[in-house]
């Protein structure tokens, strides 16, 4: 059974960062894309980033391109998620989750594993 424990997320100021991390027990996740959501309160959970399986390829939704970099480091058996320039509209708690392919998944439906979440929450 695959466990994922994100970490990293707290309280900062507009324009700051955070780095989340997600640590992955059980099994190793080197064949399997990973990605990043989020789920703001009242609103549905979106895709935020996705890597394949080696790290080589990367995908972000436009609302977080240019500002946050995923990555990862499949010696330690985990991902992480770089968030700069952080703005009050990326308020959500932020779940990692371990895709049924090797390669970039965008859909909700096609992770089999999600972490339990942590909160993000930018201030004005």
Known sequence: ??????????????????????AASGRTLSTNGMGWFRQATGKEREFVAGINYSGATTYYADSVKGRFTISRDNAK?????RMNSLKPE?????????????????????????????????SS
């Open 1 to 22: 059974q695959v466990q994922l424990v994100e970490s990293g997320g707290g309280l900062v100021q507009a324009g700051g960062s955070l780095r989340l991390s997600c």
């Open 77 to 81: 058996n985990t991902v992480y998620l």
């Open 90 to 122: 990326d308020t959500a708690v932020y779940y990692c989750a371990a895709g049924r392919s090797p390669g970039i998944a965008t859909m909700t439906r096609e992770y089999d594993y999600w972490g339990q979440g942590t909160q993000v929450t930018v």
